[in-house]
């Protein structure tokens, strides 16, 4: 988990679901479109608190150390949950740079007679999901590093496991903003993470095109999300 993700609404309507306000000027800090396939190293809407408003932030996904950038390695795109607080490589975001990444659902793989065959995983339920994220990005603060995200991902459970092993934190309002609240407590930030995630039960995937396998401006559409016979 999790390759691709969808985040085809505007940052007004995440934000009703989170039932808070955000000031216009604040609102955006860069331009996006509505994306069926954000893909690592694009720049889709992370949420961070500021000041008491929420900053939507066109951010990166991936992070790598100013060593692994000067390496030339690939970035990080996703964080354990059981290794992420305490482990050297992300406590100082854990700390400090939690955030949430608003989305409608996530792409996983299985292989078919040697192909990748994308699945598209959402809730039953139409309403958005917000995945626990960690950021090295610091508003206000000038930074001479690569700045980037990652989503924590937890053990996939029930049916899920059969499309795939790991899966995002996904996160109702609630727990989303005490998450990504700084005067939220790292333990308590760890419990919610490590507890509070939507069960799988209320998800809901099946099997979509496999234009999703190729990222472009030709293959980031609705028809991405429309399901696909067994005989396709």
Not at 17 to 39: D, F, K, T, W
Not at 156 to 169: K, Q
Request: proline share 8%; hydrophobic share 35%; net charge neutral.
């Amino acid at each position: 988990m999790c390759g691709r993700f969808e985040q085809s609404e505007t940052p007004r309507y995440y934000a009703d679901a989170l039932s808070v306000h955000i000031s216009e000027h604040l609102m955006r800090l860069g331009e996006n479109s509505p994306s069926y396939n954000v893909a690592p190293g694009q720049r889709p809407w992370m949420i961070m608190p500021y000041k008491g408003e929420l900053l939507f932030i066109g951010m990166t996904w991936g992070y790598r150390t100013p060593k692994e950038a000067a390496e030339k390695k690939k970035p990080c795109i996703c964080a354990r949950v059981e290794k992420s607080r305490m482990g050297s490589y992300f406590r100082h975001m854990f700390s400090e740079g939690r955030v949430i990444i608003p989305f409608g659902g996530w792409y996983e793989w299985t292989l078919e007679n040697g192909k990748k065959q994308p699945w598209y995983i959402t809730r039953k339920v139409n309403e958005p999901i917000f995945m626990a994220g960690l950021t090295n990005f610091r508003p206000s603060v000038e930074q001479s590093v690569d700045t980037g995200f990652v989503i924590v991902t937890e053990d996939s459970g029930a049916g899920m496991v059969d499309v795939h092993d790991r899966r995002p934190v996904a996160l109702e309002p609630e727990d989303a903003l005490a998450w990504m609240n700084p005067d939220t407590p790292v333990e308590e930030a760890a419990h919610i993470a490590q507890t509070r995630s939507i069960p799988t039960e209320q998800f809901v995937w099946w099997k979509v095109d496999r234009a999703v396998n190729r990222v472009g401006p030709n293959n980031n559409g609705k028809h991405l999300l429309v399901p696909v016979s067994e005989s396709a």
